[in-house]
């Protein structure tokens, strides 16, 4: 089939931009577990903070590019021989789609209230029981965006 994007690089029917998603969450998630660990057992907060800025720079722009291309290039026509199109693959999108939106608006919520509520250098302080609670809740929702993710491009894209 011919694809209107860049074609994947992952040998599915996904575009370029599909496929570097779809391995992003692959490298997300562990990074993302490392950093709470740097900060939960060894109490390196500056590290922490440097490793969540970044991910959270190199994810905006990811899902900047991601949204780009598929706005310009679409999915659908990539997932319509997929025996799980429409029905399947677009309630699990959906579902998808719920955790995305919502992890980005925790983790924007997350980032900047710790840049304004922690000093530089970053330390514990009264904002840390807050910044715990809801950097957990951006973690466990990155971490079902990831699977949902992943069962949508199995389903649109290798099935």
């Given at each position: ?8 690089f ?17 490298a ?8 709470v660990?740097l900060?939960?057992?060894r109490?390196?907060?500056?590290l922490?903070?440097?490793?969540q800025l ?5 994810l ?7 949204e780009?291309d ?5 999915w659908?026509?990539?997932a ?13 999108l ?5 955790f ?7 983790w924007?919520a997350?980032i900047a209230?710790?840049?304004r ?8 302080g009264l ?5 715990r ?7 466990i ?8 993710g ?10």
């Open positions: 089939m011919d694809f209107l994007g860049l074609n994947g992952l040998g599915t029917r996904a575009s370029f931009m599909l496929d570097v998603v779809f391995l992003a969450m692959f997300v998630v562990p990074i993302l577990g490392w950093s660990w900060v939960k057992y109490r390196n907060y500056a922490h903070k440097r490793v970044t991910l959270g720079a190199v905006l722009v990811t899902i900047i590019l991601f780009v598929v706005r310009i290039n679409g659908m026509h990539a319509e021989v997929s025996p799980y199109y429409p029905g399947t693959v677009l309630t699990v959906y579902v998808h789609l719920f995305a939106v919502t992890t980005t608006g925790l924007i997350v209230r710790a840049v509520r922690f000093p530089t250098p970053p330390v514990p904002h840390s029981a807050n910044h609670f809801w950097g957990w809740a951006a973690t929702d990155m971490v079902l965006t990831a699977v949902t992943s069962v949508f491009y199995y389903l649109a894209f290798v099935c």
